[in-house]
């Protein structure tokens, strides 16, 4: 069964950068496509950007357009997301999850998640 581990959250100053890493095991995720998704406090959670299976990145909020990036290492069965100028509303709980083959519109056809990692900027 595939499980998921985010880590590389942290505290930041606002206008710096973060690295965040989706880590795989107990399966490839060679064939999924992976999402990050975040939820702040008191706020319904959002879907942030995915990368499908061929590497094609699909972005779900324009708000991080120009700063975030995804990348996949199948070989390290890891997924990173790289976070530059980040500020306040940045600051969450970060989730990856996986999904067959493509990034879907919907959280619901993801179903693998991980626990969630804290970003947390500062001003």
């Known amino acids: 069964q595939l499980q998921l581990v985010e880590s590389g959250g942290g505290l930041v100053q606002s206008g710096g950068s973060l690295r965040l890493s989706c880590v795989a095991s107990?399966?490839?995720?060679?064939?999924?496509?992976v999402g990050w998704f975040r939820q702040a406090p008191g706020k319904e959670r959002e879907g942030v950007l995915c990368?499908?299976?061929?590497?094609?990145?699909?972005y779900y909020t324009d708000s991080v357009k120009g700063r975030f990036t995804v990348s996949r290492d199948n070989a390290k069965n890891t997924v990173y997301l790289q976070m530059n100028s980040l500020n306040s509303e940045d600051a969450a709980v970060y989730y990856c999850?996986?999904?067959?083959?493509?990034?879907?519109?919907?959280?619901?056809?993801?179903?693998?998640w991980g626990q969630g990692t804290q970003v947390t900027v500062s001003s």
């Open positions: 990368i499908s299976s061929s590497g094609r990145t699909t």
């Open positions: 107990g399966a490839t995720l060679n064939y999924d496509a």
């Open positions: 999850a996986a999904a067959s083959l493509m990034c879907y519109s919907s959280a619901y056809y993801f179903d693998s």
